[in-house]
């Protein structure tokens, strides 16, 4: 019998997002189950998507390597699609518990459908006629994060952090007023609060600089979840599963405000170099070289050719790759090697330190200060790349967390910073 809090047939939907940490044990899913419920007794038709539980995809990916050297990425995707199904079918049952139906669903049940690209396929339709049937039967529906079935009928997943997306497409196909992220910190902050204690909570953000953070390293938002959310005009609200309070809104450029210098800095300490030698200064063969990349869904992201020193020497091409991307790299250019290049030298262990701010459109000098700070500190740039909005340094994966924090605090985004309102060159 439904309670006074039955949901009009125009309730608002809200989906709500629950990552590993907050799942992590049997409390933590019991507390994420109440919140659910409390959002339902609020008069909301509620969608969870939930994470699988603490380190279990890890977990699962360290098994498959103890069978196998290089595991099939069919059966990765079957392996991993299992953690989220366990955190569905618990936080189900504990809903039950609460006086409340729900039902769990796998991402093939919810209608998510991908791509064929095993272990990072992309969202291409949402069918939600399930989970919008099991809303009408005043369900609490819960869709298992990070998974979808193919449009060859298997079994996918999303790439890490992917559970971020399940979630903004769920919200846009079911026409949510809001995505709300739940997560370990208590929104997106200007700097990984982990490593800079100073760092300060972004009350708001922009797509146009939360897709340049995600991208960068902010791993709080899966950056396909982002670029999801500003193609289907999603509003998504990070925040923490452990306390109250508002947390992070991302909106568009239209609405936010004053655009501060610089708003955050990112990092990344899972980069690989990878340097062809000898390429001959010849054209196409780089359009080659990164077509068979691509073909191989390796995710190329900073480039630079040091060109022959004189007319009969060879050029030098050296990129980054995710260090999970290197083992596919290679397959890749093993099979170029001698005809495109001469030689292969890799270097594991890079990492990418970054500033990410829409008001750098307007501001000269800032690269400048980025250089001079690194340099400061004695900390080698080995490449960069720009962006409008953005200024990325490639430097060594050790010296990553010393970078972040000079950074930070050289472009003063700390708690006793200036406001984000406030224009860059007003008095503070
Ligand atoms: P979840 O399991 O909830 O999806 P993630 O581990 O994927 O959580 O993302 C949250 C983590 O992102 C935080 O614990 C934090 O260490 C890290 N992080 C990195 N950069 C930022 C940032 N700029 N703001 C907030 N968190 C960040
Ligand atoms: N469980 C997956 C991961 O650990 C997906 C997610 O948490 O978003 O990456
Ligand atoms: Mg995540």
């Known amino acids: 019998m439904p309670g006074p809090d039955f949901p009009e047939a125009d309730s608002p939907t809200v989906v709500m997002k629950f990552g590993g940490t907050s799942v992590a044990d049997a ?3 019991k507390r994420a189950a109440r919140r659910i419920v409390e959002k339902r007794e609020q008069g909301n038709r ?6 699988a539980r603490g380190a279990t995809t890890d977990e699962l990916t360290e098994m498959a390597f103890e069978v196998s050297p290089d595991p099939d990425p069919r059966e990765m995707d079957m392996l991993l699609s299992t953690g989220e199904r366990i955190s569905c079918a618990l936080c189900a049952m504990a809903i039950n518990d609460l006086g409340h139906r729900a039902i769990s669903l796998t991402g093939s049940q919810a209608g998510i459908v991908t791509d064929t690209s095993h272990t990072k396929a992309r969202i291409i339709d949402v069918r939600a006629d399930r989970i919008k049937r099991a809303l009408e039967e005043d369900r609490i529906v819960l869709v298992a994060g990070f998974q979808g079935v193919s449009t060859a009928a298997d079994v996918t997943t999303l790439g890490r952090g992917g559970s971020d ?5 769920v919200a846009a196909a079911v026409g949510a007023e809001m995505c709300e992220i739940y997560t370990d910190v208590p929104g997106v902050f200007s ?3 982990r490593i800079v204690p100073d760092a300060r909570k972004l009350a708001i953000v922009s797509f146009e600089e939360m897709l340049e953070m995600a991208a960068s390293g902010a791993r709080v938002l899966q950056l396909r979840s982002v670029e999801y ?10 925040r923490s599963s452990f ?9 568009s450029e239209s609405e936010t405000m004053e655009q501060p210098l610089i708003t955050a800095v990112t990092h990344s300490t899972a980069e690989a170099r990878i340097t062809l030698l000898g390429v001959p200064d010849r054209p196409g063969i780089a359009g080659r070289i990164f077509s068979a990349l691509a073909d191989a869904h390796v995710l190329v992201d900073m480039i630079v050719q040091n060109e022959p020193v004189s007319r009969d020497s060879q050029a030098e091409i050296s990129f980054t790759v995710p260090r999970s991307d290197i083992r596919a790299a290679r397959g890749v250019l093993d099979g170029l090697a001698g005809d495109m290049f001469a030689g292969v030298a890799e270097d594991p262990e890079m990492g990418v330190v970054s500033i990410v701010g829409a008001g750098m459109k307007s501001h000269p000098g800032v690269a400048a200060k980025v250089f001079a700070v690194l340099g400061e500190e004695g900390i080698n740039i080995e490449m960069i790349s720009t962006s409008p909005i953005k200024i990325s340094c490639v430097i060594r994966g050790g010296e990553v967390e010393r970078a972040v924090r000079s950074l930070h605090e ?3 985004l700390g708690a006793g910073g200036v406001e984000r309102e406030q224009p860059f060159g007003a008095p503070a």
């Open 165 to 169: 997306t399940t979630a903004v497409a």
């Open 46 to 51: 509620v969608v969870a998507v939930l994470s």
């Open 27 to 29: 409390d933590r899913l």
């Open 410 to 412: 050289a472009f003063d």
């Open 243 to 251: 306390e109250d309070g508002p947390g992070t809104v991302v909106l």
């Open 191 to 193: 700097a990984d609060p």
């Open 229 to 238: 959310a500003r193609n289907h005009g999603v509003r998504i609200h990070c």
